[in-house]
């Protein structure tokens, strides 16, 4: 009989922990990625806050050029940021390099690109802020900040620092009474062909955006003349 007993008890024990086992094991295939995925996600949200009072601020720079500032956001201890190539775009005979701000955690990201910011998941990118350029009548305006330096660390505690010098603006106008091509050559050709959709509706004769292989364009098609203002804010980032 008391054999018998205790074999029940080692098999209740034997039950008890395979259960726990069990609930463990439905814990972290579940409930841990969950919270890390949020706790990703809420990363993200203050890293877009970030980035959109980063590029605010850059613009407040041009009051004081050659004068440092030094910008320190919140990201995750995971968070990384990396200053890259973000490709070219070309307005007519004009044609600018641009570099892109990217600050990323794990398979996302926010970016900070000519003065608009970016999210990307797994590749896959959309606007969360336009980069500025605007079409009025035959008029249009082309703010495109270029971004210099070298950029590329991880987090620490108190986050990832950023310094940045405003270096001057290069302006260019650009008059034409015939079709423009504006095209964006580089990865985030899906990113562009996005943008110049936006901005084919808003600028009065437009042709329909083309996405190639290596990037995207428009055709701006003037009534008259048209006058596009092309400025370029160069800023030194560290």
Not at 35 to 61: C, G, P, Q, T, Y
Not at 66 to 95: K, R
């Amino acid at each position: 009989m008391q054999k018998e007993n205790g074999s029940s008890t080692v098999i209740g024990f034997v039950l008890i922990f395979a259960i726990l086992a069990v609930l463990a094991a439905l814990y972290f295939a579940a409930v841990v990625p969950a919270e890390e995925k949020r706790a990703a996600e809420v990363s993200l949200i203050f890293a877009k806050e970030d980035m959109i009072s980063f590029s605010l601020l850059l613009n407040e720079l041009e009051a004081s050029p050659h004068t440092p500032l030094s910008y320190l956001p919140v990201f995750s201890d995971s968070a990384a940021a990396e200053l890259t190539s973000g490709g070219t775009l070309s307005i007519g005979n004009e044609t600018r390099s641009l570099t892109k701000l990217v600050l990323s955690t794990g398979n996302s990201g926010i970016g900070l690109a000519s003065g608009g910011v970016f999210r990307s998941d797994e590749g896959d990118a959309v606007w969360l802020l336009h980069p500025q350029i605007s079409g009025f009548g035959d008029a249009v305006c082309c703010i495109l900040p270029l971004y210099h330096g070298s950029i590329s660390r991880g987090t620490s505690s108190g986050g990832i620092p950023l310094t940045a010098e405003y270096l001057g603006t290069v302006e260019s106008v650009i008059q034409s009474d015939s079709p423009v091509l504006m095209r964006y050559v580089g990865d985030d050709a899906k990113l562009w062909y996005a943008f110049f959709y936006e901005l084919s509706k808003t600028y009065p004769q437009a042709a329909s955006p083309v996405l190639r292989g290596d990037g995207a364009d428009v055709t701006l098609l003037p009534k008259e003349d048209m006058a596009i203002t092309i400025l370029c804010p160069e800023y030194l980032l560290s």
